[in-house]
């Protein structure tokens, strides 16, 4: 089984629709994050969290919310999706610095 | 502004052949530099470097880091058409004890050619 999943795996939706992307561990890492990817850009990271009560703003957080429900999950939600969303969005976890990534969710906003 | 710069962005050459692959960096308070290779899915890490001078060698890759200018490099020699992939270096800061988010580059695409 793996690590750290994500779902869904693809999604295309509407713009000005509400999107929630969700992650789970098994590792047990307290620390996740969520980055984008878009073609030429690399990944940005968009929030990050160090536990259960900890929510930090990464580099590109504006239109993006997050929630931490449990150590083991954690979640990205778009409020009101815009086209300039779609994008490919992982999930991450660590316990020191490596970051182990999940599948990724190819989102998609029309 | 942490920054995360690579070069190329693109590359192609024939099998068999040596590449390497650059990257340049600014950050406060560096704390390591991570090397992951992505393929069509998540990426997959290949090196942390938090030391000069000091190589990392995993088969035919290897990875040092120079600190004092502020870069790294990503060798792998004879080249097989499975290396075929973007290679993304990362930055680690240290962020006072709070979770250490990477500031990524835009990675080399890296294609071998049979």
């Known amino acids: 089984d793996a690590d750290v999943t994500q779902t869904p795996r693809n999604r295309i939706t509407k713009t000005g629709k509400r999107i929630m992307l969700e992650c789970s561990q098994t590792k047990g890492h307290d620390r996740m994050y969520w980055y984008r990817q878009d073609p030429g850009l690399g990944l940005q990271l968009i929030y990050y969290?160090?536990?259960?009560?900890?929510?930090n703003k990464g580099e590109i957080s504006d239109g993006y919310s997050v929630s931490r429900q449990a150590q083991a999950k954690f979640s990205l939600s778009l409020e009101s999706a815009i086209p300039n969303q779609t994008a490919l969005y992982f999930c991450?976890?660590?316990?020191?610095?490596?970051?182990?990534f999940g599948p990724g969710t190819r989102l998609t906003v029309l | 502004e942490d920054k995360v710069v690579q070069s190329p962005l693109s590359l192609v050459v024939h099998e068999g052949d040596t590449v390497t692959l650059n990257c340049s960096y600014e950050?406060?308070?560096?704390?390591?530099l991570l090397w992951y290779k992505q393929e069509k899915k998540a990426p997959t890490f290949l090196f942390m470097l938090t030391s000069s001078g000091i190589e990392k060698k995993s088969g035919r890759l290897s990875s040092i880091l120079d600190k004092k200018e502020l870069f790294s490099i990503l060798n792998i020699t004879a080249t097989q058409t499975g290396d075929s992939a973007v290679y993304l270096c990362?930055?680690?800061?240290?962020?006072?004890?709070?979770?250490?988010?990477?500031?990524f580059g835009k990675g080399t695409h890296l294609i071998i050619q049979p």
């Open positions: 991450a976890t660590s316990d020191t610095l490596e970051q182990f």
């Open positions: 969290s160090f536990d259960v009560k900890d929510i």
């Open positions: 950050v406060t308070n560096f704390r390591s």
């Open positions: 990362a930055v680690v800061p240290y962020s006072g004890g709070g979770a250490d988010g990477l500031t």
